[in-house]
């Protein structure tokens, strides 16, 4: 059985930093892309970060570009989302997600297997 699980949501101030996890199992981690989305009220689901099988590839949305970092450690089977200067806007569920193939698209559709998603909320 597959399962992503998120870890590292919470709330925040304005400027702030949170550090989300996610661990996976019941999947060789190390053969997937690993992905991050994010969804606010009323809004679909959009693309944050991806990272490649060996971490040598990332991506990442315009919005979040230069400050929320992807990494991954395929010894811990995890993929990490470090979230620097946070803004109101950032306030969203976030959701990790594994795709078995190299994605050509940012989309949902793209990926396979989903986590929970864990709640981020900025305060301004």
């Known amino acids: 059985q597959v399962q992503l699980v998120e870890s590292g949501g919470g709330l925040v101030p304005a400027g702030g930093s949170l550090s989300l996890s996610c661990a996976v199992s019941?999947?060789?981690?190390?053969?997937?892309?690993m992905g991050w989305f994010r969804q606010a009220p009323g809004t679909e689901r959009e693309f944050v970060a991806r990272?490649?099988?060996?971490?040598?590839?990332?991506v990442y949305a315009d919005s979040v570009k230069g400050r929320f970092p992807i990494s991954r450690d395929n010894a811990k089977n995890t993929v990490y989302l470090q979230m620097n200067s946070l803004k109101p806007e950032d306030t969203a569920v976030y959701y990790c997600?594994?795709?078995?193939?190299?994605?050509?698209?940012?989309?949902?559709?793209?990926?396979?297997?989903w986590g929970q998603g864990t709640q981020v909320t900025v305060s301004s």
């Open positions: 997600a594994a795709a078995n193939r190299y994605p050509s698209r940012n989309e949902p559709r793209e990926f396979d297997y």
């Open positions: 019941g999947r060789t981690f190390s053969t997937d892309t």
């Open positions: 990272i490649s099988r060996t971490g040598a590839i990332t």
